[in-house]
């Protein structure tokens, strides 16, 4: 495979990543031990509301993305930003922790509820 095309290839993925963040999740969440962030505006209820979810599955609320977190929950009705092409900081900061090798996941609001 030429030079040329394996660039357009790592441009693509970049690009894919940038356009849906989600992809690379594999979907399935586990609560129990795990550290989430959450972040938008939720389908399911308040901020408040989520933790308190999150929280009765076992897990764990942290403010911001550190390499100990698990998941990065994006909420169903995101955020103003989003429409911009701008993820906000909480997803760009996870998408660093993965560039890095980090194993943080991140996932749609609806993903909780499988």
Request: hydrophobic share 35%.
């Given at each position: 495979m030429g030079r040329?095309?394996?660039m357009n290839q790592k441009s693509l993925w970049?690009?894919?990543k940038l356009l849906d963040p989600t992809k690379?999740?594999?979907g399935n969440v586990e609560f129990d031990g795990k550290n989430f962030v959450l972040t938008?505006?939720?389908?399911h209820g308040t901020r408040e509301?989520?933790?308190d979810f999150v929280i009765s599955k076992g897990g764990t609320i942290l403010k911001?993305?550190?390499k100990k977190c698990d998941y990065v929950v994006i909420?169903?009705?995101?955020?103003?930003?989003?429409?911009?092409?701008n993820y906000g900081t909480k997803v760009k900061k996870a998408l660093d922790w993965q560039s890095k090798g980090v194993p943080v996941q991140i996932v749609n609001e609806s993903a909780l509820f499988i």
């Amino acid at each position: 495979m030429g030079r040329l095309m394996k660039m357009n290839q790592k441009s693509l993925w970049r690009r894919s990543k940038l356009l849906d963040p989600t992809k690379a999740s594999n979907g399935n969440v586990e609560f129990d031990g795990k550290n989430f962030v959450l972040t938008g505006t939720f389908d399911h209820g308040t901020r408040e509301q989520m933790e308190d979810f999150v929280i009765s599955k076992g897990g764990t609320i942290l403010k911001s993305v550190t390499k100990k977190c698990d998941y990065v929950v994006i909420g169903g009705q995101g955020s103003e930003l989003y429409a911009l092409g701008n993820y906000g900081t909480k997803v760009k900061k996870a998408l660093d922790w993965q560039s890095k090798g980090v194993p943080v996941q991140i996932v749609n609001e609806s993903a909780l509820f499988i």
